[in-house]
């Protein structure tokens, strides 16, 4: 990979991590190793000047916005905050704004971190009018409904404050609300949520109110902004907003020094864990308003206030039995069943483990006080073992040799970390993974099918594989447990219009290792149907633009397994789509062959996303970054100025929306 691919390929990691965590509440690696990849991205662009690009990861707020509620452009933009994890990165802090100021007088605000979920209220006449989410800053979701129902919100606001204005605050879920949340959930047999931030996250997205209402949501305030010139101090605004109706918490202080900010620090790294919600660092921010006005903004954060961020909680424990777990595609994951113990605000009973070398590398035993930490990530880790209180008649852990499901002996080829179950048509969690990943939104997106109906159905021997799903029959769903006419036959309906899915999606569906949904879109782009990827051999498929060796591997053992081809066949004569149809490739052309486009700025006749379709559709290709590879850039209104200075440089050639649309006509 050079060095471009690889900015590429973090920012494409980094993308995919924020929608998790900001869309889905539902991020899959830890906080920690989230910054860690920032940071390297952050490093390399900036060793890397030529590569920038004002969409990076590095450059944005990393939320987004959902299709459920309205989008509302903020007034003023919502920014993130600079981390720091060490007492140097706040004196270089120190020192860059010192040094920016012309001054040394300086004052701070020492505030904890909140960790819930930004909001931006904004107040008219002083009356509470509307709540957005930060969303990427620029914009975010209308959630006013919901937030009307935290009652500690004042609607309307007592004393004399500023007229026209928006608070900063963060929404969170006190932690024995939490618990008692989970408590509720376990006993109706439900998952327990994962912990307290994205939950509250979570709530404030969902679209019926009423359950908004029931959630013990708070809003803890922490910005005022306004034109109107009352106050000088950031100090002084939040505690006329206190006495004006407003939760602020009263754990702020001002601090002379950076030494005072320290203490701060110090005091509250033990302190927090008495407060009644979660914190995850310390914000420092500049008191006097006008110095932080001087100071301004990164394209990402305030230059005026920084985050000290809290180093990961770690508790000791014993683990009592090392598990296996098999996934749909048979790979194994040891799992470490912990005696259960509080961190971080949530009770762990279960770590990952990852594989084999992990356990190895640690050396991980069962009956072993293991030392675990979470960082706001979602399974806890061993990071690891407290020798010292090994017991004598302890013995090295002997990994599993034979699946736990179905005793298969496990296999594990040359150069890869796990270990698989080749049993892949006799494995019960891998017929129930495969049918259930065929079934998921942004594969087959059957509705009236959950993830439990289906190993439901395999249990009761109706279906083995996927292609079995299009033989069933209402009669058949019927007498199952918890179905009910109806909701059989939203079923079999469902089943039945994931008929018209289009090939690039069932492609995606069929589980093919290492063919993820990006990689489907290119082979159905390129093959066209699933007859010709399955004829295409090694040669022919490495050939394809962004195809590797293990891609292509993987796709040849499949096409030539004959119960693959049997199952293909079988989906064919249903009906699912195996091929693009005649209507996209209608509007697919070659005029655009050969040809690199970057797309920037906002458009006016096409989305952004259908615009890069469009180029792709034509065969062009679309990059993120200006470079000397670039053949147009598409520009739309508000085109960054440091882009457009690129293009000029390099020589690209810059057209407009109209004469794009001109160019593939
Ligand atoms: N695990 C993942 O996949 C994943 C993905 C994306 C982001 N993240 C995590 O999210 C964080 C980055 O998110 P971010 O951009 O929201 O930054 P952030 O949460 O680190 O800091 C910015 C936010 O802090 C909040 N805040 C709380 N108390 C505050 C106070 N007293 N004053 C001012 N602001 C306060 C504000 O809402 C503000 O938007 C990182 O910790 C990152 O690790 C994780
Ligand atoms: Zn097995």
Not at 112 to 129: P, Q, W
Not at 443 to 455: K, N, Q, R, S
Request: with cysteine; aromatic share 8%.
């Amino acid at each position: 990979m050079d060095i471009e691919q690889k900015i590429q390929a973090l920012r494409d990691e980094l993308r995919q991590h924020n929608h998790n965590y900001y869309v889905l509440d539902n991020p899959t690696i830890s906080d920690y190793e989230f910054d860690i990849k920032l940071k390297e991205l952050e490093k390399l662009e900036e060793e890397n000047p030529q590569l920038y690009d004002a969409n990076s990861p590095t450059q944005r707020v990393g939320g987004g916005i959902t299709k459920n509620f309205e989008t509302l452009v903020h007034k003023n933009r919502m920014y993130s905050l600079d981390n720091s994890y060490s007492k140097e990165d706040l004196l270089d802090w120190e020192k860059r704004i010192q040094k920016m100021l012309g001054s040394d007088d300086i004052e701070y605000t020492c505030e904890l971190k909140y960790d819930g979920a930004s909001i931006n209220l904004t107040y008219e006449n002083g009356t509470f009018v509307k709540a957005v989410t930060r969303g990427d800053g620029f914009q975010g979701d209308d959630v006013t409904t919901n937030i009307r129902t935290i009652r500690s919100l004042p609607l309307t606001l007592q004393t004399d404050f500023v007229n026209d204005f928006e608070m900063r605050g963060e929404i969170i879920l006190p932690l024995d609300g939490f618990q008692k949340m989970n408590e509720e959930r376990l006993a109706n047999g439900e998952e327990a949520y994962r912990n307290p931030r994205n939950t509250a996250s979570g709530s404030l997205k969902l679209q019926d109110s009423a359950e908004v209402a029931k959630r013990p949501l708070d809003c803890l305030l922490y910005q005022v902004v306004t034109d109107e010139r009352k106050y000088t101090t950031h100090y002084d605004s939040l505690k006329a907003a206190r006495n004006a109706g407003f939760k602020i918490p009263d754990t702020i202080i001002l601090a002379k020094t950076i030494d005072e900010v320290f203490e701060f620090v110090n005091t509250w790294d033990i302190k927090r864990h008495d407060l009644p919600y979660e914190t995850d660092g310390v914000v420092i921010k500049v008191n006097n308003l006008q110095q932080q006005e001087e100071l301004g903004y990164t394209s990402k954060s305030p230059r005026w206030a920084i985050a000290y961020k809290f180093k990961a909680e770690q508790v000791s424990t014993v683990l009592n039995e090392i598990t296996y777990q098999v996934g749909r595609t048979g790979a194994i994951t040891p799992v470490a069943n912990l005696e259960p113990v509080q961190l971080a605000g949530t009770i762990v009973k279960r770590a990952s483990l990852h594989n084999a070398d992990q356990i190895e590398k640690l050396d991980i035993r069962e009956r072993d006080t293991v030392f675990v930490e979470k960082g706001g990530e979602i399974i806890p880790k061993i990071i690891a073992v407290d020798l010292s209180k090994r017991p004598e008649d302890s013995e090295p852990t002997v990994y599993a040799t034979h699946c736990p499901e179905c005793q298969t002996e496990l296999i594990r080829t040359e150069g890869d970390a796990k270990h698989y179950c080749p049993n892949t048509y006799g494995c019960a969690p891998q017929i129930t993974g495969r049918i259930q990943h065929f079934i998921s939104r942004k594969a087959m997106d059957i509705d009236g099918l959950g993830g439990e109906t289906v190993d439901l159905l395999r249990k009761e021997g109706l279906i083995e594989s996927y292609a079995d799903l299009y033989d069933l029959k209402v009669e058949q769903v019927i007498p199952l447990e918890r179905m009910a006419e109806k909701s059989a036959q939203n079923m079999i309906d469902g089943i039945e219009q994931s008929k018209q899915i289009p090939f690039e999606k069932v492609l995606f569906a069929l589980g093919i290792r290492f063919v993820g949904e990006t990689v489907a879109k290119k082979l159905a782009k390129h093959f066209k149907s699933m007859d010709n990827l399955m004829a295409a051999d090694f040669e022919t498929l490495v050939t394809v633009d962004e195809i590797g060796d293990r891609i292509a591997e993987s796709i040849v053992e499949f096409s030539n397994d004959l119960g693959n081809i049997r199952l293909v066949n079988r989906l064919k004569s249903y009906g699912v789509q195996l091929e693009v149809s005649a209507e996209s490739l209608e509007n697919q052309t070659d005029k655009l062959n050969g040809n690199v486009f970057v797309v920037s700025g906002v458009f006016h006749q096409m989305s952004r996303n259908e615009l890069k379709k469009a180029i792709e559709d034509n065969g062009g290709k679309v990059s993120s970054s200006i470079s000397k590879k670039t053949n147009y850039v598409v520009a739309g209104d508000n085109m960054g100025p440091s882009k457009k200075t690129k293009a000029e440089d390099l020589g690209v050639t810059i057209i407009s929306e109209q004469e794009f649309i001109e160019m593939i006509n």
